[in-house]
């Protein structure tokens, strides 16, 4: 690994995509002819499902993206033909708004392609980042961006949001596995590859087999305090510069021609940027004039809200900081952002200077592209080729990066690789569920919707293990409630994370990262090990997930154990290191190596690799120094192997951590008032907030005073018969979550009003029942922590009348919540539609006639 520089100051970079004269000639020449109108429609980039043709011509816009869970006509089995004519009537589109002007603008389309082309049927899909960092194999990544690049080109698309480049540095961040590791020095070389990948040289980025490329998200969102997704990473302008910055000095170098902009915000070194979005300091001092970056900044999903001064519809702050080009999902959003943006260019609010400098960018990008002298998407040399998505040989890249990024951490008495000819129990939660293998942003946003039939050709490791010893040979009974261990030579134990993306995935700071302690499935698991350890049986564990955590039973419990990461939809990668090679095949052996350490304690959170080419590092706030009490379990660059270095270790027993003194429930009166209401109250006053978030949309207030509208819930106020604020919900089918959260940010203890026979209540009035499931829970901590399903009782009450239900928080705690920390004392949540008049949420002490 080669060895960092420390940069005392941000560096000026050389791009391996210089200037072009002429590119820049061409450019200018453009923008001097533009409107004001015509610029701005550069700089926003609408989504799929809210876009239509009339749009890009009314608008001129210059881009638009799919997130994850688009697909043309809402088709998830949409091939390469359909997406190449899909994104081909946009451009055509844009050709016709220019039609009657001197000059034209090729329209421009992007994709989430992070770990392949994800969001295609069809397409390969290789492992998440996390595990290609254990790979240690920057020549690997170069391939898998070229492969990449080939099946983005196939469905007629121009550009892609990756390489994450982010330097993750607490496990308990939910886009922890976007990173590659935790040490700078592989991001940095990472950043590099695959960005040579995805674009190639100057003349391949000009081809049609290349891709535009994004290094994201700038800059620190790895470093966030507590692992708060889209939190303030809290260190030295010289951490951030060093430590979280490392992977965009190497992917600008590398010629990258975007560069997205991060949620979260900066403190330290005597300032304060809360919302990169918003931050003219990082984004236009620092990475466009110090840096030289010369290429498109371009916002996240719907991330200008976040920025003090904007708003849904209101964007001129992100846009005076430095964001030259607004992702913006909802049609009535980005219409309203237009509108908005235009009054201020103007009135002179948003300098043209500004505006200018985003367009040139967008221009010099498209120019550097060769967009001018390709074809309509459809008819590009790839596109709308079929054998392209998935063909063979990239599905055996994606076999070879699996084996290459699984790590062996334990391997006693030679447990590994078992004979082909073993009989063989496959048990464990992720054990025949592909959405533990393939993780988040895998055909859908959380990646939890998802099945084996949305990949051909994919593989369960229960399907990969019966291909190699045999149907007759396999039992697969995940949670081990038919099969006889003794009946079989061997277990394999496939355990792991459900899949999550972003904020879904986060752990609450106050939680342990012990795997079994997370869910009441991963808690199976384990128990599932100590059944098969107590009937004798030889265990091999197979860990899936997106970090590292505190699994030191688990280990314990197994003859072998596996970190698999997040490996992809095809498990045969995996079976090919179990088991001994086949008569005259390749014998493969284990190579990877931990990006990350595994920890020792169960609350080892944020415990990191000293950075070594910092001189007199001070470890940042929220973080540790891997030494005394929080060395790793496993240090970064651990990895055993079957033949040479490892063979034949013998781990033994693992000392394990225990729970730390006072985590039990307390014994005294309850730390809260109960009289006081959990209020849908006005603005201010309330110890509470009403919040809602939703799929693809990050939380946002939800004022009781005032009519809200949004493509996922409606709210307006109404009356209640005891006064008070009362507000009618309307869901619309998209997950949704309505609750109220501590207006300070703190938690309560209730564990004491939970055993005292405590009652949450709310007055509802039913107007549409729920046709599915609709849920009430005591916290915002989806999936991680369960939910009470309510349907049938709300169903139950009397159409269009106010009564008031109760539940027991005895009963939630029986369903699996937690209540030692309670910040979100009230959530009703679903995925369908429902409306429902609800007012005066409260807590309530026992009653009396229970004493």
């Known amino acids: 690994m080669i060895r960092l520089d420390h940069l005392p100051e941000w560096p000026a970079l050389q791009s391996d995509v210089p200037r072009d004269p002429a590119v820049e000639e061409a450019a200018r020449g453009i923008l001097a002819q533009m409107t004001t109108e015509e610029k701005l429609g550069q700089m926003i980039q609408p989504d799929l499902v809210e876009l239509t043709a009339d ?17 043309p006509g809402g088709n998830r089995r949409s091939g390469a033909r359909e997406w190449a004519e899909t994104v081909g009537a946009f451009w055509e589109a844009s050709e016709e708004a220019f039609r009657d002007r001197p000059f034209r603008i090729p329209f421009m389309w992007a994709t989430d392609a992070v770990h392949g082309h994800n969001n295609v049927y069809g397409a390969t899909v290789f492992p998440h980042n996390i595990g290609l960092g254990a790979a240690r194999d920057p020549e690997l990544i170069r391939r898998i961006g070229e ?114 902009a991060s949620y979260s915000g900066w403190e330290g070194s005597g300032r304060s940027e809360p919302r990169m979005h918003g931050s003219r300091y990082l984004l236009t001092d620092v990475l466009k004039d110090a840096l030289g970056f010369d290429g498109i900044v371009i916002g996240d999903w719907d991330a200008h809200p976040y920025v003090e001064g904007c708003s849904d519809g209101e964007a001129g702050n992100v846009i005076r900081a430095g964001v030259d080009v607004l992702m913006i999902s909802a049609r009535e959003n980005w219409q309203a952002v237009h509108r908005a943006a235009l009054a201020e260019i103007r009135s002179g609010a948003i300098p043209m200077e500004r505006v200018d400098d985003a367009v040139l960018r967008v221009l010099r990008v498209k120019l550097r592209a060769g967009l001018w002298e390709k074809p309509r998407p459809q008819d590009r040399s790839l596109a709308g080729d079929a054998a392209v998505l998935g063909a063979p040989a990239h599905r ?118 012990a795997y079994a302690a997370l869910k009441p499935s991963y808690a199976r698991d384990l128990e599932t090990l100590r059944r098969l350890r107590a009937a004798g049986v030889r265990v091999v564990t197979v860990m899936y997930g997106g970090r590292p955590l505190y699994t030191t039973e688990e280990i314990n419990l197994s003859d072998a154990f596996v970190a698999a990461w997040l490996p992809g939809p095809d498990a045969t990668g995996v079976a090919d290191l179990l088991f001994a090679a086949a008569d005259g095949a390749e014998a493969y052996d284990f190579r990877g190596r931990l990006s990350f350490g595994w920890p020792r304690r169960r609350h080892a959170a944020a415990v990191n690799r000293t950075p070594r080419h910092i001189p007199g590092h001070v470890v940042p706030e929220g973080e540790s120094a891997p030494t005394g009490p929080d060395e790793p379990l496993f240090p970064y660059g651990h990895g ?116 005292a026979g405590g009652r949450l209540a709310f007055d509802v009035r039913v107007v549409e029942p729920p046709a599915g499931p609709f849920h009430l829970a005591c916290h915002d901590d989806y999936p991680q922590q369960p939910a009470l399903d309510i349907s049938a009782r709300l169903r139950a009450q009397p159409f269009g009348e ?3 239900l109760e539940f027991p928080l005895a009963e939630l ?16 949540w679903t995925e369908g539609r429902a409306r429902l008049d609800v007012g005066r949420v409260r807590l309530l002490p026992p009653r009396e006639d229970e004493h």
């Open 55 to 71: 749009d890009v011509r009314t608008y001129r816009i210059g881009s638009a993206l799919n997130g994850a869970g688009r697909w």
């Open 147 to 260: 492969v990449t690049a080939r099946e983005i080109v196939a469905t007629g698309m121009d550009w892609t949001f990756a390489p994450t480049v982010t330097t993750p540095r607490d496990r308990r961040w939910g886009r922890h596995y976007e990173g590659y590791s935790e040490d700078p020095e592989i991001v940095h070389r990472y950043a590099r590859a695959m960005v040579e990948g995805l674009q190639g040289d100057t003349a391949g980025l000009r081809s049609d087999t290349r891709v535009l490329a994004c290094v994201k998200h700038w800059v620190g969102d790895g470093g966030t305090f507590e692992g708060e997704d889209r939190g303030i990473a809290r260190c030295t302008e010289d951490v951030l510069r060093n430590v979280h910055a490392m992977g965009f000095f190497s992917g600008i170098e590398a010629g990258a021609q975007s560069v997205m």
């Open 396 to 513: 055996a890249l994606a076999r070879e990066a699996v084996r290459r990024s699984l790590v062996l951490l334990k391997n006693d008495d030679g447990a590994l690789p078992l004979p082909r000819t073993a009989r063989v129990l496959v048990t464990g939660s992720a054990a025949d569920a592909v959405q533990k293998q393939t993780g988040g942003y895998t055909v859908t946003w959380q990646g939890d919707d998802i099945g084996i039939e949305d990949f051909p050709g994919g593989a369960t490791l229960a399907t990969a293990v019966a291909e190699v010893v045999g149907a007759d040979r396999c039992t697969v009974d995940p949670f081990l409630e038919h099969a006889d261990p003794a009946a079989h030579d061997v277990a394999v134990v496939v355990i792991g994370e459900d899949a999550y993306a972003e904020m879904f995935g986060s752990i609450r700071p106050w939680r342990s990262i």
């Open 640 to 755: 055993l192997t079957l033949r040479g270095d490892g063979a034949g270790t013998r781990l033994g027993v693992l000392p394990p951590d225990v729970d730390e003194p006072g985590s039990g429930a307390p014994e005294s009166a309850v730390p809260y008032a109960v009289d006081a209401p959990v209020e849908l109250g006005p603005a201010e006053g309330p110890a509470y907030v009403l919040r809602v978030r939703a799929t693809d949309h990050g939380p946002r207030d939800l004022p009781c005073g005032r009519s809200t509208s949004t493509s996922f819930v409606s709210a307006e106020p109404v009356g209640h018969p005891a006064g008070g604020a009362a507000l009618s919900l309307s869901f619309k089918g998209t997950r949704t979550f309505v609750y109220t959260q501590s207006r300070d940010g703190g938690h309560r203890d209730l564990r004491g009003l939970v055993a």
């Open 802 to 804: 106010w009564t008031t």
């Open 813 to 828: 705690a029986s369903e699996g919540m937690e209540f030692d920390h309670v910040d979100v004392p009230f959530q009703l």
